[in-house]
């Protein structure tokens, strides 16, 4: 602690639990250390991806339809829209599901990152295996309909003034950027910058923008989107505030 408490400033390059949650940050304010990046509420936000759709969609931008889950002692509990609960079996779970979303679908741990205990999921039975699986990770599991197009990123940088980077795409190796896509297999890429028109870039620096403030972020972030095939439309992801430091460089025709 006292060695936290002597320094002029703290960069914490940290991901997940603990460091990009919210939670090292809070000390860091308990504390009083100056620190880089988002602060406790943006931080807590971003790393939980049921409540990040919330503020998201409060700020109008587009994202793909979920459904929320959770599970408590072995039960799962369907949360809807207006959170009131359904204590069920995972199948009927599945069949409200069912009404709302389309196959394939993506179901995901609400608290995690770097795509551990995140599935691809084509049928009934990959669904209850998908949450079955996520739910070790995180109580809260998030059900997504699939988005068929582009991965594109873009980080931002600043306080009150942001500003926005130039706009990167991701460009899987495997059929989703997967844990294993992301950090053993050479083969997937990051273009930047992204082969997109001008127009579509500045769309999608705006609505990074527009997300970090919603989150009430600070310092950097960078927001993660898809770029609909069949209609163009810009759907947000993830918002990532300490993304990508790994010793891993994907980039090809960086500049
Ligand atoms: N709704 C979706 N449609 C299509 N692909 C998705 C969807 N959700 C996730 N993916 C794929 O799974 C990867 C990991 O999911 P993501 O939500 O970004 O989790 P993490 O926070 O672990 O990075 C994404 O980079 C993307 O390739
Ligand atoms: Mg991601």
Do not use: W
Not at 4 to 23: A, R
Not at 142 to 158: S, T, Y
Not at 207 to 222: C, D, Q, S, Y
């Amino acid at each position: 602690m006292d060695m936290l408490k002597s320094q002029e400033v703290i960069f914490p390059v940290l991901h997940g639990l603990y460091g990009e949650d919210g939670t090292i940050q809070g000390l860091f304010e308990m504390i009083k250390v100056p620190y880089v990046g988002c602060r406790v509420l943006a931080s807590s936000i971003a790393m939980d991806k049921v409540y990040t759709k919330l503020v998201i969609e409060k700020a109008g931008i587009r994202q793909a339809k979920s459904e929320y889950i959770r599970e408590f002692k072995g039960k799962y509990i369907y949360i809807d829209k207006n959170f009131n609960e359904k204590i069920s079996t995972l199948d009927e779970i599945c069949e409200i599901i069912e009404k709302s979303l389309n196959y394939p679908m993506f179901v995901k741990p609400s608290n995690s990152g770097s795509s551990v205990g995140v599935n691809k999921v084509n049928n009934r039975d990959e669904l209850k295996k998908g949450v079955e699986f996520a739910s070790k990770y995180d109580k809260k599991i998030l059900v997504e309909e699939q988005v068929i197009g582009r991965e594109v990123e873009c980080a931002v940088l600043g306080n009150e003034e942001v500003l926005a980077s130039c706009v990167g795409e991701v460009k899987s190796a495997e059929e989703f950027y997967s844990f294993d896509a992301k950090y053993n297999n050479q083969e997937s890429k990051t273009v930047i910058p992204a082969e997109i028109s001008k127009e579509k870039q500045d769309e999608i620096k705006a609505l990074a923008k527009k997300a970090f403030k919603a989150i009430n972020g600070n310092g950097l972030a960078r927001a993660d989107f898809f770029i609909e095939k069949e209609t163009g439309n810009v759907i947000l992801n993830e918002i990532n505030t300490l993304p990508g430091f790994t010793r891993n460089k994907h980039v090809s025709n960086a500049i």
